[in-house]
């Protein structure tokens, strides 16, 4: 009968269990994507986000109807740290949007403030009346002579925008900019005149 070399025997289990083990790997956590310290993994917090940011777009141009309507969107959805930012936003947008009976606008920007919120709400008569308060009271406040040519286009009156729009532009360049990306100037998109004022940079390239 054969002898078994039991010392081989053995270097060789100990040889397969060495191989046999499996390896040990450190794994790094993995962060997920952020905006504003809100987690973005879910598609529909993605979309959560969207909404917030186009109703802070709309909320800081003062379009408050248009953002107290998204913002309501984004108190519906699923992350609570976007929701509660949003209640946050949609109390000041309300506030704004109150027509205040019980204030009596006095200073320049009392009138504009309440201007804005008859924009808002379509009344353009009112509207009127405390911006041109509010230009009266400070001639050269540009955001003032900038909100009364988005009424004009509003109204239909394309003169009068233009000729505001272009003091608002003097007082402030940085108007020239805001005027390209406001939908509240659809109205004149088609004006010569208009595109001169807002890309004074391609007159004389033209023809």
């Given at each position: 009968?054969?002898?078994?070399?039991k010392s081989s025997s053995h270097r060789a289990k100990t040889s397969a269990h060495l191989q046999a083990k499996p390896k040990k790997t450190k794994t790094l956590p993995t962060s997920s994507p952020q905006r504003g310290g809100v987690e973005l993994v879910d598609p529909l917090v993605q979309a959560q986000m969207k909404v917030?940011?186009?109703a802070m777009s709309l909320f800081h141009q003062q379009k408050?109807?248009?953002a107290k309507q998204e913002l309501?969107?984004?108190i519906a959805g699923p992350s609570k740290?976007?929701?509660d930012r949003a209640r946050t936003h949609l109390r000041i947008t309300e506030q704004r949007m109150k027509p205040s009976s019980e204030q009596n606008p006095r200073s320049p920007e009392e009138h504009y403030q309440r201007g804005v919120a008859m924009m808002n709400l379509g009344r353009w008569d009112e509207a009127r009346e405390s911006l041109e308060k509010a230009?009266?009271?400070a001639p050269k406040a540009d955001h003032v002579h900038y909100a009364l040519a988005a009424l004009d286009c509003l109204t239909g009156e394309a003169d009068s925008a233009l000729a505001n729009l272009k003091i608002a532009?003097?007082?402030?360049?940085?108007?020239?900019?805001h005027a390209r990306n406001d939908e509240d100037f659809n109205f004149l998109q088609e004006d010569p005149r208009f595109t001169e004022l807002l890309y004074p940079e391609k007159e004389g390239y033209s023809g």
């Open positions: 009968m054969a002898k078994v070399n917030y940011e186009e408050f109807q248009r309501e969107k984004v740290e976007l929701a230009r009266k009271l532009i003097e007082l402030r360049s940085a108007n020239r900019y």
